[in-house]
């Protein structure tokens, strides 16, 4: 592994998996390096903390992808500092030299000024965190029996910080189930007292999607009987209950945080090369430059242009689009040609709030309701990796809509990043 490697890829998200495939199509000799053995599909992840699919559905063997290939090496290792003047990455597994450097390594939650007490949030950026909220859940729910009054609201209501697409479709679905699934599991407690709280800084859900999405999906919420709190700042959270800036206080012990994420670059690069989002400077080709050699794609790098002065939105479309599109640079390098700077292709974007009930934004098309729920449904089915994956997604999905039966109750303990 030490040995030069013509290309070194950290990270197999969307990113890495995309640029990956490519090259080694194009017979280049690659490595790709990530901490876990295996992909996950981010976007489904709120159905895993639900219980509405098991992990396995949505976290795909990075071997499996490539068994048929012989262009590439898998690395399962953390990659901890990249030694640019010596074209080589220090990783937990030891070191590699590279040729061509990619990283991928996408994004990681951004607690903000809560960064001292993010131990009693629960985040949803991976399978083991979508695991945990998921156990949390359950084992709140089993110790209501013995509680006195202000313990029941403590362990009966889940509060959900931010509501971009992750917090309303996690928010809409947990109003489902308390009126669908835990009734049925629980038929000894009264689930009228339970309340879902969305916490929302600004005075809109789903603030990068249009008013009409925005306000399809607040009215969705509410429908459902989410306490959609807009305009509103969280101040404080001790386990028991969230503190307002307002002065107002709820009780509630399960806090899930989907309010922040910033890029997670790898040490080594200097800090004048990090953004204020966390993310890589990367010029027009995805170049992070002064190092001709080194590219960043996907979540972890700060794409800016005139279209997208903030930066490009941190997408699966954007990390899958980059990846193919830096293949493309890496064969015209090879052939001797110029390089062709990157332009994102705007797929549009996608939220589903519950049961027929989703906003879809296609560049030219703007849909609610359930064309866009099937919608939402086709594209996420198609994404997944692997058939069989496909067809267990099915199966799950017609049974939790025919039945609303999520298997939510078995309880696994300790999960880790
Ligand atoms: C809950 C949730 C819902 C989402 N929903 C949507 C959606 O509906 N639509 C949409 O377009 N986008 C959605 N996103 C965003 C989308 O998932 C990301 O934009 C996308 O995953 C970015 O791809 P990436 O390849 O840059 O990073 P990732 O997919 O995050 O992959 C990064 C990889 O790098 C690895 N890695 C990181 N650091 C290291 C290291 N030091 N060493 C080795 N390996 C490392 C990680 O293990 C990971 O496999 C969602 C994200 C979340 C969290």
Redesign the pocket.
Known sequence: MERNHEIVI???????LSLAKKLIKANFEVLL????NY??F??L??QVATGGLEPSNIAYPIRRIFREEKNIRLLM???QEILPSENKIKTSLGEVGYRHLII????TNNFFNFEPIKEYFLP??SVPDALKIKAHIVNNLERLNMQDETAIDELMNIAVIGAG??GVEIAGILAEMKHKVLPKDYPEFDFDRMNIYLFEAKDKVLPVMSEKSSTYSLKYLQELGVDVLLGTMVKDFDERKIMLESGESYYCNTVIWTAGVKG?P?NGLEQELIDRGNRILVNKFNQVLPYQNIYAI???AAHYDTENPRGLP??????IQQGSHLAKNLINLRQGKTLVPFAYQDKGVMATVGKNKAVVELPKLKLQGFIAWFIWMFVHLLALIGFRNRIITVIDWIQNYANYDRPLSAIFRRYEN
Not at 314 to 319: E, H, I
């Open positions: 950290i990270g197999a998200g969307f990113a890495g390096i990530d901490k876990n992909h996950t981010q976007p992840l709120y290792a953390e990659v991928a390594t996408g994004s949803l950026k697409p992750a997670a790898v996907g979540d972890v941190m997408l699966a479309q954007v990390a």
